[in-house]
């Protein structure tokens, strides 16, 4: 089967301007999580989507983060505006609800210059 | 808040040798699930092994066990015959059905020749 898709794989925008992250899921998968994984540090989940839903995203900074998952499906992450903190990769996983059916993509770097 | 515990940031090992990484966690529910994830420099989170609390059955894969010591809420990877496409970051990771992943601060292991 096909894998998580991330796009971009790489972005360096400056500090104040505004980016965002597509994340398309593995097919039928019906949770989606958006994780932010800052250099040295373990991932840390940002919003978790049940089908077009929302789970959870007590961790989501929401004065300058928002997601969606339209229709169920693909998924858009947006910072505006960024800050130098915002430097991390983002993960995007999906799974199929059960415990083994995590699976990552290959994440998008993102630098704050 | 279920938590994760990662106390050894860097380990080394030689080729062909054994070595065990640790993780503790702290939870207060009884069922719930535990990871090791791979993260090469590639950033793809890959699953090495996984573990269901309520069974006592220590999980194998190949090379990869792991030591689940439940009444001590530890968890720990042991690599048997260490390769050099071992070297990569661990993570440990906790989750209850239905949650994200809840991951420790991870690992660097080091394979040498």
């Known amino acids: 089967e096909a894998g998580v898709a991330q796009s971009p794989r790489y972005k360096i925008i400056e500090k104040r301007q505004s980016v965002a992250f597509w994340c398309n899921p593995i097919?039928?998968?019906?949770?989606l999580y958006w994780y932010q994984q800052i250099l040295g540090q373990g991932p840390k989940l940002l919003i978790q989507?049940?089908?077009?839903?929302?789970?959870?995203d007590s961790q989501l900074p929401k004065d300058r983060f928002s997601a969606e998952r339209l229709k169920g499906v693909d998924s858009t992450l947006k910072i505006q505006p960024a800050k130098l903190e915002d430097s991390a990769v983002y993960l995007c996983?999906?799974?199929?609800?059960?415990?083994?059916?995590?699976?990552f993509g290959s994440g998008t770097r993102l630098t704050v210059v | 808040a279920q938590t994760v515990t990662q106390s050894q940031p860097e380990m080394s090992v030689q080729e062909a040798e054994t070595v065990t990484l640790s993780c503790t966690y702290d939870t207060s529910e009884n069922n719930y699930y535990l990871f090791w994830y791979k993260q090469p420099p590639s950033r793809q989170m890959i699953l090495v092994i996984r573990?269901?609390?309520?069974?006592?059955q220590n999980a194998t894969e190949n090379r990869f066990s792991v030591n689940f010591q439940k009444a001590a809420k530890s968890f720990s990877l042991k690599i048997s015959d260490s390769q050099l496409g071992d070297t990569a970051m661990y993570f440990c990771a906790f989750t209850l059905s239905g949650y994200a992943l809840n991951f420790g601060k991870g690992t660097s292991l080091l394979v040498t020749p």
């Open positions: 097919s039928g998968h019906a949770t």
């Open positions: 573990q269901e609390a309520y069974k006592q």
């Open positions: 996983a999906s799974s199929s609800g059960q415990f083994y059916g995590y699976t």
């Open positions: 989507f049940q089908n077009n839903g929302v789970v959870d």
